[in-house]
């Protein structure tokens, strides 16, 4: 159980052309997701917090203009990456629970390469 | 704010031995949650172990299991009879409790372990 799918895996695109990243919980209600960027060889890294229903909470430095968080459903949240430029490439990882108290199951990633 | 800290960026063991990586962690709060996440070639993060801070028993699961001192802030993971695709990077990370406080996960740096044949 507790499977959180993401897509697409890579997405290669040029740069100014904004990018749509999905994340799904299959097979549980996701009140809360996360979106996470995780640099090469480095940690991963909160950039924004969404409740279903409700406006994202962004971490500080992240520019909610960039990087819009949609969470419209309880399966579903979408990450876009608006006019893409090289420095957004990145490896983005989203992440999903139930209620409160259940741990985080993340999704497998979408590479992000701009060119 | 709370940090955390893996103070070992790499380690290696022989396969069916046993490892043990390090966490330490630091936070005014009393309770939360502390949680070993794996992270193989292919990306995915995966839980590997969690354990709530008011619990004074040590987690386990199957051949993973933890060392929590609360008092000196300290989480480390051992994993026993050591499979080849036990190699990963590991990373420990902190939650604050589910009431009131941040979910925000904090992650350390990660360690990457290499399984030997």
């Known amino acids: 159980g507790a499977v959180v799918s993401q897509h697409p895996s890579r997405v290669i695109c040029k740069s100014g052309t904004s990018v749509k990243i999905e994340c799904r919980s299959l097979?549980?209600?996701?009140?809360?997701m996360f979106w996470y960027r995780q640099f090469p060889k480095q940690s991963l890294m909160l950039m924004a917090t969404?409740?279903?229903?409700?406006?994202?909470?962004?971490e500080q430095g992240v520019e909610k203009d960039k990087f819009l968080i949609n969470h419209a459903s309880l399966t579903l949240s979408t990450l876009t990456v608006t006019s893409a430029h090289p420095e957004d490439s990145s490896f983005y990882i989203c992440?999903?629970?139930?209620?409160?108290?259940?741990?985080?199951?993340f999704g497998d990633g979408t590479r992000l390469s701009i060119l | 704010a709370q940090t955390v800290t893996q103070s070992q960026p790499e380690m290696s063991v022989q396969e069916a031995e046993t490892v043990t990586l390090s966490c330490t962690y630091d936070?005014?709060?009393?309770?939360?949650?502390l949680f070993w996440y794996k992270q193989p070639p292919s990306r995915q993060m995966i839980l590997v172990i969690r354990?709530?801070?008011?619990?004074?028993q040590n987690a386990t699961e199957n051949r993973f299991s933890v060392n929590f001192q609360k008092a000196a802030k300290s989480f480390s993971l051992k994993i026993s009879d050591s499979q080849l695709g036990d190699a990963a990077m590991y990373f420990c990370?902190?939650?604050?409790?589910?009431?009131?406080?941040?979910?925000?996960?904090?992650f350390g740096k990660g360690t990457k372990l290499t399984v030997n044949p």
């Open positions: 936070t005014s709060e009393s309770d939360y949650y």
């Open positions: 990370a902190y939650r604050s409790p589910p009431q009131g406080g941040s979910e925000k996960l904090v």
């Open positions: 354990q709530e801070a008011y619990k004074q």
């Open positions: 969404s409740n279903e229903g409700s406006k994202a909470t962004y």
């Open positions: 097979d549980f209600q996701a009140t809360t």
């Open positions: 992440s999903a629970r139930g209620t409160r108290n259940q741990p985080q199951h």
